[in-house]
C-alpha cells in the first residue's frame, strides 16, 4: 500500500505538466462511476478541473491528485472558471456533481486539505476500487 500511495500521490496535471493526463481522467472516471444521479456520464466530454486554480499554488500541489475533479467542459470553462474553492463547490453542489466528504466539509483548500485528500483517495483506490 504504502508504495502505491507514494505513485498515486505522484500523479500531476496542469497544463505544463500534462503526461498523467489520460491516467488521472480514467481515476476520475473510476471515482465517478458510470452515471451521476442515474444520468450517463459523457466522458469524451469531461474535462479535468483543479479545484484550487492553476495560478494559485506551485504545480506539484494545484496538479496533484487530491486538488482534481472531472466535469463537463461548458461546466468547466463557463461556470467554474477562476472562482475560489468554495464557489467552485457552491456551483457543483447545485449541479449535483458527487462531491466526497474531503470537499463537502472543507472551509477552506489549502495544500493541507489536498494532500490529506489525495491520501484519502489512493486508499479508497486501492481498497475499494481496484481492490489490490
Known amino acids: ?18 503526461r498523467d493526463k489520460r491516467v488521472i481522467q480514467y481515476i476520475l472516471e473510476k471515482f465517478i462511476g458510470q452515471n451521476i444521479n442515474g444520468l450517463p456520464i459523457d466522458y469524451n466530454s469531461a474535462s479535468i478541473e483543479h479545484l484550487l486554480a ?36 457552491e456551483i457543483l453542489k447545485g449541479k449535483n456533481y458527487p462531491l466526497d466528504d474531503h470537499l463537502l466539509n472543507a472551509t477552506q483548500w489549502t495544500e493541507k486539505e489536498i494532500k490529506e485528500r489525495g491520501k484519502a483517495m489512493s486508499h479508497k483506490a486501492y481498497n475499494e476500487i481496484w481492490n489490490l
Do not use: A, H, P
Open 54 to 89: 492553476q495560478s494559485k499554488g506551485s504545480e506539484e500541489i494545484v496538479g496533484s491528485i487530491g486538488n482534481l475533479i472531472l466535469v463537463d467542459k461548458r461546466t468547466n470553462s463557463e461556470e467554474l472558471k477562476d472562482y475560489d474553492f468554495l464557489k467552485k463547490i
Open 1 to 18: 500500500m504504502d508504495e502505491f500511495e507514494v505513485d498515486f500521490m505522484d500523479l500531476i496535471y496542469t497544463k505544463n505538466k500534462q
